[in-house]
């Protein structure tokens, strides 16, 4: 089992920088990559950004060169540096954890944070 425990959400003006964590805790061992995902109302859940276990980062067009994925294997955290927030980035913003598992991908989440941005 894994466990995923964001943090870092909040309410920001347009322009304004926000940092998300995501700690895992179980399992870990068996983490191939972990992500960031959001949702925004009424719109479907989209991939942000993910990085691998070694180190590989891929990102969404609508947040290339604003946002960066990091993690930090020894605290077992990942990281989402949120700059020049703009209003459309407002969302419900969720950690995940893709587990390999009886040789399997299974997708692990967290609870989700609100990140809000005023224009």
């Known amino acids: 089992q894994v466990q995923l425990v964001e943090s870092g959400g909040g309410l920001v003006q347009a322009g304004g920088s926000l940092k998300l964590s995501c700690a895992a805790s179980?399992?870990?061992?068996?983490?191939?990559?972990m992500a960031w995902y959001r949702q925004a109302p009424g719109q479907q859940r989209e991939l942000v950004a993910i990085i691998t276990s070694g180190g590989m980062t891929n990102y969404a067009d609508s947040v290339k060169g604003r946002f960066t994925i990091s993690r930090d294997n020894a605290k077992n955290t990942v990281y989402l540096q949120m700059n020049s927030l703009k209003p459309e980035d407002t969302a419900v913003y969720y950690c995940?954890?893709?587990?390999?598992?009886?040789?399997?991908?299974?997708?692990?989440w967290g609870q989700g944070t609100q990140v809000t941005v005023s224009s």
């Open positions: 179980g399992s870990t061992n068996s983490i191939e990559a």
């Open positions: 995940n954890a893709k587990r390999l598992y009886n040789q399997r991908i299974d997708d692990v």
